[in-house]
C-alpha cells in the first residue's frame, strides 16, 4: 500500500502495482519493481548456506540440551544463540561440505566461572565418570552451581545429555550413555548454570573418548 503524504498532486511512498515510490533528501523518487530477484550462487554464498543448514540441523538435535543450557541469554532465542554462536566458531568448510569442530562447539556462554581440572573416564560399559576441583568461592562461583553434561556422538546425530542432578560442590557426576551412544566415538561437555538459571558459564570441553 502506498501513502500520499503531500496529497493527490504530491509524490508516494511504497508501492503501486510493479512502481515502488521512496523519497530520499526530500525528493521523491519511483522505480520498478525487479523481475527476478539476483541470488547468486557464489562459492563463498553457498558455503555460509551449508553452514547455515548444519548448524539448524544442530540445534534440532541438541534442543533438548541447549534450550536449557542457553536459558540465561537474553538477547536471543536458545536456537537463535546456538546457529549465531556456532557460525562463527565451529562449523566449517571442508573440501566444500559443512564439518563440525566439536571441540569449538559452544553450547553455553556465560559469565558464570568455569570448574577446575576436569577430568572424564569409563566406568564400565555405558557409563562416563566426571570429576572436578569445587572452586565454590572463587568469584561468583558457588556451591549450589548446576552442572549440565552432555555427549555428543562423533557424526553430531545423537545426544545424551544430563542436568540438575548434581552440583558444583559434588565434585562429581554419572552420565549413563544409551545403547544408540555405546561402541562409538562420542564428545563430551560441561557447564555450569547457577541455581536460578540466570547466569551460565562458558562450555568446557572435556574431550573425545571411544567407548
Known amino acids: ?5 503531500e496529497g493527490i498532486f504530491g509524490g508516494f511512498r511504497g508501492r503501486i502495482g510493479n512502481v515502488i515510490g521512496v523519497k530520499r533528501n526530500g525528493n521523491y523518487y519511483i522505480k520498478s ?3 527476478h530477484i539476483k541470488n547468486p550462487r557464489t562459492k563463498k554464498q553457498q558455503g555460509n548456506r551449508n553452514r547455515f543448514g548444519l548448524a539448524s540441523t544442530l540445534a534440532s538435535r541438541l534442543k533438548p540440551f541447549i534450550k536449557q543450557s542457553f536459558k540465561s541469554v537474553e538477547e536471543k532465542t536458545w536456537r537463535g544463540a546456538f546457529i ?3 557460525m562463527k ?4 568448510i ?5 564439518e563440525v569442530q566439536h571441540e569449538e562447539l559452544i553450547l ?8 577446575s581440572t576436569a577430568g572424564v573416564k569409563i566406568e564400565g560399559k555405558g557409563r ?3 570429576t572436578w576441583s569445587d572452586n565454590s568461592g572463587e568469584g561468583n562461583a558457588r556451591k549450589t552451581d548446576r552442572v549440565l553434561l552432555a555427549a555428543i556422538s562423533d557424526e553430531a546425530k545423537h545426544l545424551c ?3 540438575n542432578e548434581a552440583v558444583r560442590s559434588d565434585e562429581s557426576a554419572d552420565l549413563l550413555l544409551l545403547d544408540f551412544m555405546k561402541e562409538r566415538e562420542i564428545h563430551l561437555y560441561l557447564v555450569l548454570q547457577s541455581a536460578d538459571a540466570k547466569m551460565s558459564s562458558n562450555t568446557q570441553y572435556l574431550g573425545r573418548l571411544s567407548t
Not at 500500500?1 to 503524504?5: E, G, I, S, T, V
Not at 571442508?94 to 559443512?98: D, F
Not at 553455553?108 to 570448574?115: C, D, F, I, N, P
Open 1 to 5: 500500500m502506498a501513502k500520499l503524504p
Open 33 to 35: 519493481v525487479p523481475s
Open 84 to 86: 549465531s554462536y556456532n
Open 89 to 92: 566458531s565451529a562449523i566449517h
Open 94 to 98: 571442508s573440501e566444500g561440505s559443512p
Open 108 to 115: 553455553s556462554a556465560g559469565v558464570l566461572k568455569q570448574v
Open 128 to 130: 562416563v565418570s566426571i
Open 161 to 163: 545429555w544430563s542436568a
